[in-house]
Nanobody, 126 residues
């Protein structure tokens, strides 16, 4: 059974930092594209960042470029999202996702990812 468990969310002031973690189990972690998405109240789920199994391909949404960094540790079956210079508009539930196709890294589409975590809340106060 595939499980993705996110952690590291919380409340932070604008300009602050948080690091999200996603621990994966039950899948061949090194074979998957891993991504982070977020969903704010009343809005659709949107792409944040993604990384390929070899880390050779990394993609970011324009809204987080230069502030967020995605990384993965295949030995620990974990993917991370370092979030710096946080803004109130970054407030959302953040979801970890695993996709079988490497296209998921390039396209950043929800339908490219087969497995999802339960989400972790990130709240940025102004």
């Amino acid at each position: 059974q595939v499980q993705l468990v996110e952690s590291g969310g919380g409340l932070v002031q604008a300009g602050g930092s948080l690091r999200l973690s996603c621990a994966a189990s039950g899948l061949s972690f090194s074979m998957n594209a891993m991504g982070w998405f977020r969903q704010a109240p009343g809005k659709e789920r949107e792409f944040v960042a993604a990384i390929s199994r070899s880390e050779s391909n990394i993609n970011y949404a324009d809204s987080v470029k230069g502030r967020f960094t995605i990384s993965r540790d295949n030995a620990k079956n974990t993917v991370y999202l370092q979030m710096n210079s946080l803004k109130p508009e970054d407030t959302a539930v953040y979801f970890c996702a695993a996709g079988l196709s490497p296209l998921g890294v390039l396209r950043g589409k929800v339908f490219d990812y087969e497995y999802w975590g339960q989400g972790t809340q990130v709240t940025v106060s102004s």
